[in-house]
């Protein structure tokens, strides 16, 4: 199979040759796109490297899954709708079977999502999967890491540390059950997306540990955050889950902000939509972040960071 077979085989049938706003998918030098009227668009791009973000010995179906997937959930963090997303491939060798369980992984979320294959390129190489993503917001109301005010509630659309606990499952052997779910076939939260540009102030997806992916939300404007660990949704309710829900990565949970007095209508739009979030902390004048509950001292102590492709890599569960 030469890889214009591979590409007519496997992601052709992906991609509309033309419909909706793909005026031209797949099969020429470029897609050919119709940006919806009135909005601004908005791009992600995430890549996917065997032995560091998936194991070597991942279903393929999950490795698909896990890389759309982590994009659409940057589209959610940013409120957008998704689009069209282009897939680059680096892969050792072309095996039909790994190709089309691959493929069908992409075949499932994408239809899910309401996005499609527009382009893309395959290469032999080690293991790696890059998407890139296009979604669509109104003009203007994008939501963004940037918009957080002192007095914010801290919100996150689902429990933390269960992908970190799924990996942990995977590494010691465990290949079957649904502790692996959260890890093997994480859910963007694409479902807030209404909610959030309707109510949060800023947001973000959490993607490599929450303590650092809030950073990211309060450094720039120098604002710092409570966090109250009696609120946080995580198992085992010990010094370990904290750490583990603090730290963990790969949750694609959301993490938003969104004013006191905002909340009472969040929340009836959010039951009414059968979604479920849960304040976690609020933010506070200053720099940091500082923890309240009776493992505070403890959590303090355990020096929480999550993951830095460029330090040493951390043991994803320190205290494992
Ligand atoms: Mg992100």
């Known amino acids: 199979m030469d890889e214009f077979q591979l590409i007519h085989r496997f992601f052709s049938p992906l991609s ?157 052997g465990q290949r079957r059950g649904a502790a692996l779910v959260p890890f093997l076939y994480p859910h963007p939260a694409l479902e807030w997306i209404p909610l959030l540009r309707d109510f949060a102030h800023s947001a973000l997806d959490v993607s490599d540990g929450l303590i650092q992916d809030l950073c990211h939300l309060l450094e720039p404007r120098s604002l710092g955050a409570e966090i109250d660990l009696e609120c946080l949704d995580c198992e085992p309710r010990d010094l370990d889950g904290l750490v583990q829900a603090l730290s963990g990565g790969d949750d694609y949970v959301l993490c938003f902000t969104v004013s006191p007095r905002r909340w009472e209508p969040l929340v009836r739009r959010a039951r009414a939509r059968h979604l479920d979030c849960r304040i976690i902390g609020r933010i506070v004048p200053g720099s940091g972040i500082r923890y309240r509950g009776a493992l505070a001292d403890r959590v303090r102590h355990a020096r929480i960071r999550g993951y830095d492709h460029f330090q040493r890599p951390l043991p994803r569960r320190p205290h494992a």
């Not at 369980?101 to 032999?124: H, N, Q, R, W």
Request: charged letters at 15%.
């Open 16 to 172: 509309p040759r033309k419909r909706g706003s793909v005026r031209l998918g797949v099969g020429d030098d470029g897609a050919v796109l119709s940006p919806p009227p009135g909005c601004d668009l908005v791009m992600a791009t995430d890549t996917v490297l065997a032995g560091v973000h998936f194991p070597k010995d991942c279903p393929p179906r999950s490795i698909a899954h896990r890389a759309l997937a982590v994009n659409l959930s940057d589209l959610a963090a940013m409120a957008a709708d998704p689009l069209w997303y282009t897939l680059a491939l680096s892969l050792p060798s072309a095996s039909a079977r790994w190709l089309s369980a691959f493929s069908k992984g992409l075949e499932l979320l994408s239809g899910e999502a309401g996005i499609a294959l527009v382009g893309g390129d395959t290469v032999c190489g080690p293991l790696a999967v890059t998407i890139t993503v296009v979604g669509s917001v109104p003009r203007g109301r994008a939501v963004t890491r940037r918009g957080g005010r002192v007095g914010d509630w801290i919100c996150v659309t689902g429990p933390l540390g269960r992908a970190a606990a799924g990996l942990s499952a995977w590494q010691r």
